[in-house]
């Protein structure tokens, strides 16, 4: 019996904030990007770039020699 309060107030008070520390680190950890996914993050950017300027090249030369491509879309 002498057992019972000590109990209630861990599980009142010790328990709640312990359980929100623990998932407001966990939260900020998974907010932030690991060094895999900022390098994964780096290539697709670069790729992404890679690909406008061909798209931007196709679109010179079908302009050059199909005049009203773009009507025809």
């Known amino acids: 019996m002498d057992f019972e309060l000590p109990i209630i107030l861990l599980l009142a008070?010790?328990?709640p904030i312990w359980i929100i520390a623990h998932y407001t680190t966990r939260w900020r950890?998974?907010?932030a990007l690991s060094s895999d996914?900022?390098?994964?993050?780096e290539e697709l950017w670069k790729s992404s770039e890679r690909m406008e300027q061909?798209?931007?090249a196709l679109e010179r030369i079908?302009?050059?020699e199909?005049?009203?491509w773009r009507k025809q879309l």
């Open 13 to 15: 008070v010790v328990a």
């Open 62 to 64: 079908l302009d050059a």
């Open 29 to 31: 950890a998974t907010k």
């Open 54 to 56: 061909r798209i931007n």
């Open 37 to 41: 996914e900022e390098q994964l993050l």
């Open 66 to 68: 199909v005049t009203d």
